[in-house]
């Protein structure tokens, strides 16, 4: 009886210990401010202020990764020249699309329980210009998000990456995002120009894998353009927006030399 006790007590500090202590308060204002069209958000709070003055044309396509270090996150709008729907949050969590706000309301409060959260702008006609759309963090550290083992963010206009491009072959198990969220306002086409994966043992992609999402405008999120794993190059792929996911994941065994495309 006392050596049960004993191990209903290890059992509750056990359960307890990997909470923090300390919740963590917002922080008074944004520490960083991000003007870029797209990038990656690291940091405890941020503004996104994007061509808050200026003229946006119809068709500007951008997407920013926020992953905050504490789970409870909050975005509010301070400034708008946005048409209806052309700014939205999805959250993220291993790469798989959750829920999806649409920002239009200055002041309100948008919040999640735990981060990845993507910010994309996909402006329509009625647009006139940017927004400023700030990201507070709090509360307990986040396990929820990130896990990634690479996360890279393009902003060029044109450009050309390979994965992992450093000569060596990818590692097992991972989960690996690129993003290209080209500056400019346009529609691009995506071209493979390497594919060396492990070969499927049947006709769907059940081991290591590269999936390209766009956005798709109409339903306002991003679809599943491809789901590649052979060493066959697809046909080139038209993205809309000019916006693209692309999501690597390898299984736990077998290894090859991976993946090059461009955009242009
Ligand atoms: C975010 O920053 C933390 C701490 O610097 C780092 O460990 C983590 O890998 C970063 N996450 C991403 C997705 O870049
Ligand atoms: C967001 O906006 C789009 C386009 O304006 C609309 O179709 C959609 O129903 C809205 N979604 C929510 C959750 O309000
Ligand atoms: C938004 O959240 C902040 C911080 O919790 C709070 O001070 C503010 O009153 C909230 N605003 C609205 C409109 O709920
Ligand atoms: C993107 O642009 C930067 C700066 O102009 C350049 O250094 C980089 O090599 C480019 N990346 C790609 C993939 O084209």
Request: proline share 5%.
């Given at each position: 009886m006392i050596?049960?006790?004993?191990?209903?007590?290890?059992?509750?500090a056990?359960?307890?210990?990997?909470r923090s202590?300390?919740?963590?308060d917002e922080?008074p204002?944004p520490v960083?401010?991000?003007?870029?069209?797209?990038?990656m958000v690291?940091?405890s709070s941020?503004?996104i202020n994007f061509q808050l003055?200026s003229?946006?044309?119809?068709g500007q396509?951008?997407l920013?990764?926020?992953?905050?270090?504490?789970?409870?996150v909050?975005f509010?709008?301070k400034?708008?020249?946005l048409?209806?729907?052309?700014?939205k949050?999805?959250?993220?969590i291993?790469a798989i699309?959750?829920?999806?706000y649409?920002?239009?309301?200055?002041?309100?409060n948008?919040?999640?329980s735990?981060?990845t959260?993507l910010?994309?702008?996909?402006?329509g006609?009625?647009a006139?210009s940017?927004?400023s759309l700030?990201m507070y963090?709090?509360?307990?550290?986040d396990?929820a998000?990130g896990?990634?083992?690479?996360?890279?963010?393009?902003l060029?206009?044109?450009?050309a990456t390979a994965y992992p491009?450093?000569?060596?072959?990818?590692m097992n198990?991972?989960?690996?995002v690129?993003?290209v969220?080209p500056?400019?306002a346009?529609?691009?086409?995506?071209t493979?120009?390497g594919?060396?994966?492990?070969?499927p043992?049947g006709?769907?992609?059940?081991?290591?894998?590269?999936?390209?999402?766009?956005?798709y405008?109409?339903w306002?999120?991003?679809?599943?353009?491809?789901?590649?794993?052979r060493?066959?190059?697809?046909p080139?792929?038209m993205?809309?927006t000019g916006?693209a996911?692309i999501?690597f994941t390898s299984?736990?065994?077998v290894?090859?030399?991976?993946?090059?495309?461009?955009?242009m």
């Amino acid at each position: 009886m006392i050596a049960l006790a004993v191990f209903l007590i290890a059992v509750v500090a056990v359960a307890t210990a990997d909470r923090s202590a300390i919740l963590v308060d917002e922080d008074p204002a944004p520490v960083v401010t991000i003007t870029t069209c797209g990038g990656m958000v690291n940091t405890s709070s941020a503004a996104i202020n994007f061509q808050l003055a200026s003229s946006i044309p119809a068709g500007q396509a951008c997407l920013w990764t926020v992953q905050a270090p504490y789970d409870a996150v909050r975005f509010t709008l301070k400034e708008s020249g946005l048409g209806m729907g052309d700014l939205k949050l999805t959250q993220f969590i291993h790469a798989i699309q959750g829920y999806q706000y649409n920002v239009t309301e200055i002041g309100a409060n948008y919040t999640y329980s735990a981060g990845t959260v993507l910010v994309s702008l996909v402006t329509g006609a009625e647009a006139s210009s940017g927004f400023s759309l700030e990201m507070y963090s709090s509360g307990d550290l986040d396990v929820a998000g990130g896990g990634f083992t690479h996360y890279e963010t393009f902003l060029n206009s044109t450009g050309a990456t390979a994965y992992p491009g450093n000569g060596q072959p990818y590692m097992n198990n991972e989960r690996a995002v690129i993003i290209v969220s080209p500056s400019d306002a346009g529609s691009r086409t995506l071209t493979f120009t390497g594919m060396e994966l492990e070969q499927p043992s049947g006709f769907h992609c059940l081991y290591d894998k590269v999936k390209v999402l766009s956005w798709y405008v109409p339903w306002g999120h991003l679809v599943t353009e491809e789901i590649l794993c052979r060493s066959e190059l697809p046909p080139p792929i038209m993205l809309d927006t000019g916006l693209a996911v692309i999501l690597f994941t390898s299984d736990s065994s077998v290894t090859r030399g991976g993946f090059a495309f461009n955009w242009m």
